[in-house]
């Protein structure tokens, strides 16, 4: 008897110490249900698989470009071995991170071939001529009116098309326009010869409003030694009519003539300046990418996420009430079946409640949608154990056995099959877990966490329980296990 | 105390038959889905493992939402869209008394999708931004999902069986490993026809789903085979007798099981959140096919003729 008091005071002492953990350490809640956006990030390699270095220099990249950006609470982590998933709690429109984070941001610094000035000169009319048809499909896309834009579209077009001797490989006009820029972009980023300064002669990034106009430039700030190349470069072309080109991503952003004051020492102190009609978003996803360094590997944006507060905060008192509905019914099922065994496994069920949630905000697990549905049927594996104890019990008590023999031997005999049970859908968890993706993984998580806890709860707790109530004399008659029977002794 | 007496041994040859039956109608749904249906796929696979982009948004309207038709909506976007390829591949429905509205289409970039939403608001009137529930899977990784899924079945049905056959002798792992595939087969074979009926679609939940279908059938087969060979073992009865007396014995265990576990998956379905019920419904239909084939199939397969 005193064995089974230990087990008493240890019940009672974990169940304080799960509500401790529950007020003093509130559950995490998925973006499912608290909203929010969440991207999935896709590195890209052409050969051969991503090494675990590449994934860390891509993960500590965007988590600089992340925290540059300035959403709170962000959350990135890594899955699999290419795939990275980022949560951007609150934030209803993911565009501007997906654009900076998104972006490669490999910064070169390029000097003019010799004599291409006539050929740069055609190819930057081109350019901005498709830039603004651009900016004229976008206005015509959100116009209702704006069916006769398309037409004027299409003519330029046409001339751009002759004038460049180029011919298409998309149908719809705006892959056509996307193409034709990106044709421009690369015949003239091959008008620049590489030099050996990059992006990685960057400590800083900035941005500041130009004083002339609304424009934005970015500042860029070299090391030491990026400062020197600087000048070497600027001092070999100063005062000669090859420009320096800053291209990005292989888009040129920036052509400047450097002045022939610079012919002897070159542009030093390190500094430098963007200046491409920039406004005040692209220069702060321009800043953000640069300042969190080039990626190593081009990554792709492969799901985006979005789910707003308010279905959020719908989606938990949705689920909050099937939950607790349901085990409402469930326990009023077993009372009506098993009378004070039923009781018991109610209690049980309500400890089991409170360790799973206690265990979720210790480790802690972050609830979602899947999340709930795991504990959900969770909950169903350990009400299957108490039953299938209880039909022991009842079975023994029917044979005519004495109460006390019956809980121990209907405990005894059921436990190999419950733990057969458990230990089916642990593995199933376990693979789930390794192999799954997020969405799965809540699941699993929840599932085999609550299978790990009926283990417990089934054999010990409702043991414990039922053993403290037998002690009580009034509660020891065998028709409060067994209704409606008659009993052969 | 029995609710029923199952007579096993004279209707063995009913459930035998049955059980065929069902398989068979699975497999002219799955050959059904894969050959003559618009997708060509042994089940209708949803956003999750082909890619596109899911919304659903919410009208903000004084007190009723106006009666729009979707065709009209996607008639006036294909005007307002200059991307008709786009037009063409929506898919747009009006819910919860016109107020839900939900879209599918095809990928979409971020921009393009927000464009869309700013379009769809010009049409229709405005809409609640907070309510937005917007995915975008690009194909790549719709793919990726499918063969994950897929995997991750299968690893877990082969530690499954090599579970199983370590606790049992080989004839039972055998035995109870038939009653699984039974059970998956045949809830895979209702979600073709539920495909190709009412173009229901499966998610990576779906997938899931069929993982915890296999656990439970396991399970229940494996509390009443361990029924079985206790008694085998203690029992003076013949063979056959002892088999029908054991299943009978876990009757009341195995439904209590399933009707417990059916109530909270019953409450997900009538209250839950939309992207649990096709979830919810494949779980139940996987618990009723699994407690039939435990109770029923499974020991039928141990009687001697």
């Given at each position: ?19 401790y953990l529950l007020i003093n350490y509130p559950l995490q809640l998925g973006l499912d249900l608290k909203g929010g956006s969440q991207l999935t990030l896709q590195i890209i390699k052409e050969e051969g698989n991503v090494t675990k270095d590449e994934l860390e220099a891509v993960n500590a990249v965007i988590d600089r470009r992340v925290n540059n950006l300035g959403v ?67 206005f015509a896309e959100k116009n209702l009116k704006g069916n006769e834009f398309l037409i004027t579209i299409q003519d330029s077009l046409k001339e751009i098309e002759q004038k460049l001797n180029y011919s298409f490989n998309s149908n719809d006009l705006y892959g056509k326009l996307i193409e034709i820029k990106k044709y421009v972009e690369k015949e003239i980023t091959n ?299 | ?305």
């Amino acid at each position: 008897m005193r064995r089974r008091q230990g087990w008493l005071f240890l019940i009672i002492l974990l169940l304080t110490l799960s509500i401790y953990l529950l007020i003093n350490y509130p559950l995490q809640l998925g973006l499912d249900l608290k909203g929010g956006s969440q991207l999935t990030l896709q590195i890209i390699k052409e050969e051969g698989n991503v090494t675990k270095d590449e994934l860390e220099a891509v993960n500590a990249v965007i988590d600089r470009r992340v925290n540059n950006l300035g959403v709170s609470e962000s959350n990135l982590q890594t899955l699999g071995g290419d795939q990275l998933i980022l949560e951007l709690p609150g934030e209803q429109n993911p565009l501007a991170a997906s654009r900076a984070l998104g972006r490669t941001a490999l910064l070169e610094f390029r000097t003019q071939k010799e004599g291409t000035s006539e050929d740069l000169k055609k190819l930057d009319l081109q350019k901005s001529k498709i830039e603004e048809l651009i900016k004229l499909y976008s206005f015509a896309e959100k116009n209702l009116k704006g069916n006769e834009f398309l037409i004027t579209i299409q003519d330029s077009l046409k001339e751009i098309e002759q004038k460049l001797n180029y011919s298409f490989n998309s149908n719809d006009l705006y892959g056509k326009l996307i193409e034709i820029k990106k044709y421009v972009e690369k015949e003239i980023t091959n008008l620049f010869i590489k030099t050996d300064l990059s992006g990685k002669d960057l400590i800083n990034a900035g941005r500041r409003q130009e004083q002339t106009n609304n424009n934005w430039e970015v500042l860029l700030t070299f090391s030491n030694s990026g400062g020197d190349k600087f000048a070497e470069i600027t001092k070999s072309i100063a005062g000669t009519n090859q420009l320096l080109a800053i291209i990005l991503d292989g888009e040129s952003i920036s052509e400047a003539s450097v002045g022939s004051q610079f012919a002897n020492t070159g542009i030093t102190g390190g500094l430098a300046t963007i200046s491409g009609s920039f406004t005040a978003e692209d220069a702060k996803e321009l800043e953000v990418a640069l300042k969190g360094g080039s990626l190593p590997l081009p990554i792709e944006i492969v799901e985006t996420n979005t789910i707003g507060a308010q279905l959020g905060s719908k989606n938990i008192l949705k689920s909050l009430y099937a939950a607790v509905g349901g085990l409402v019914f469930v326990g009023i099922f077993m009372i009506f079946n098993y009378r004070i065994l039923g009781f018991v496994s109610v209690i049980s069920l309500v400890l089991y409640g409170f360790f799973n949630l206690a265990l979720y905000s210790l480790i802690p697990v972050t609830l979602t949608l899947p999340g709930i549905s795991g504990l959900i049927l969770s909950i169903g594996m350990a009400v299957d154990a108490n039953i299938l104890i209880f039909e022991r019990i009842r079975e023994e008590l029917n044979d005519g056995n004495t109460l006390t023999r019956s809980i121990d031997s209907g405990f005894q005999r059921a436990n190999s099959s419950i733990v057969d049970g458990h230990i089916t859908t642990l593995l199933s968890c376990f693979v789930l877990f390794l192999l799954g993706t997020n969405f799965v993984k809540g699941f699993a998580a929840t599932l085999g966490i609550g299978v790990l806890i009926s283990l417990f709860t089934s054999l010990n707790c409702s043991k414990t329980l039922l053993r403290f109530f037998t002690t009580y004399q009034s509660l020891r008659q065998k028709n409060l296990y067994l209704p409606k029977k008659k009993f052969s002794n | 105390m029995k609710l029923f007496n199952l007579e096993l041994i004279t209707n063995k040859r009913k459930i035998i038959g049955f059980s065929t039956f069902l398989i068979l109608l699975s497999l002219i749904g799955i050959l059904y889905s894969t050959f003559n249906t618009s997708y060509k796929k042994p089940i209708n696979l949803g956003m999750d493992f082909v890619g596109g982009n899911e919304l659903r948004i919410e009208r903000v309207c004084e007190e009723k939402c106006s009666d729009i038709s979707p065709d009209s909506v996607l008639d006036n976007l294909r005007v307002v869209s200059k991307n008709k390829n786009l037009a063409n591949n929506i898919k747009l429905q009006f819910q919860n008394k016109n107020k839900l509205i939900s879209i599918r289409t095809p990928y979409l970039s971020i921009e393009e999708s927000n464009n869309l939403i700013t379009n769809i608001e010009n049409i229709i009137g405005p809409l609640n931004y907070e309510s937005k529930n917007s995915r975008l899977i690009g194909p790549k990784l719709g793919k990726r999902l499918l063969t994950n899924c897929a995997t991750s079945l299968f690893v877990a049905l082969f530690a499954i069986s090599f579970y199983i056959t370590i606790r049992f002798d080989r004839k039972y792992a055998l035995f109870a490993l038939l009653a699984l595939f039974h059970d998956l087969l045949i809830v895979f074979g209702i979600f073709s026809w539920l495909g190709i009926i009412l173009s229901v679609e499966v998610n990576s939940l779906f997938a899931v789903s069929l993982l915890t279908i296999a656990g439970y059938s396991v399970n229940d087969t494996v509390v009443i085979f361990d029924r079985i060979r206790e008694n085998l073992r203690s029992s003076n009865q013949g063979h056959n007798e002892t088999i029908q007396l054991s299943v009978n014995e876990s009757f009341r265990r195995t439904t209590f099981t399933s009707i417990t576990t059916l109530i909270p998956l019953l409450t997900i379905i009538l209250f839950g959140s939309y992207s649990l019920f096709w979830f919810s419904v494949s779980l139940s239909l996987g618990i009723i096919v699994g407690s039939y084939s435990s109770i029923l199939l499974a020991p039928s397969f141990l009687l001697k003729d």
